[in-house]
């Protein structure tokens, strides 16, 4: 069975940092795009960024010069790096990734249980 866990959430003043971490185990024959979603209390999950098994990146415009997002491949971990955080940072941060289980299958979507992360004013 394949697991993600993310760990790093915490509370931070703003202007602080955090870096959070993804890590996958399991079963896994690949693994395809990862990326960090976030979803704050009353509204939907948005995505923060995401990252191609190449290494191409995308950010939301709300996060674009902030946070960078990276992976290990050797240790099927991803990363986010953030930087002066802000209040309307504040959310539960969830890793999603695009996983094949061998190389016959199609890859699936597994998503970690989630950090909440919460930026003081």
């Known amino acids: 069975q394949v697991q993600l866990v993310e760990s790093g959430g915490g509370l931070v003043q703003t202007g602080g940092s955090l870096r959070l971490s993804c890590a996958a185990s399991?079963?896994?024959?690949?693994?395809?795009?990862m990326g960090w979603y976030r979803q704050a209390p009353g509204k939907q999950r948005e995505l923060v960024a995401v990252?191609?098994?190449?290494?191409?990146?995308n950010y939301a415009d709300s996060v674009k010069g902030r946070f960078t997002i990276s992976r290990d491949n050797t240790k099927n971990t991803m990363y986010l790096q953030m930087n002066s955080l802000k209040p309307e940072d504040t959310a539960v941060y969830y890793c999603?990734?695009?996983?094949?289980?061998?190389?016959?299958?199609?890859?699936?979507?597994?998503w970690g249980q989630g950090t909440q992360v919460t930026v003081s004013s």
């Open positions: 399991g079963s896994i024959f690949s693994i395809n795009a």
């Open positions: 999603n990734a695009a996983i094949r289980l061998k190389s016959y299958l199609r890859a699936r979507d597994y």
């Open positions: 990252i191609t098994s190449g290494t191409s990146t």
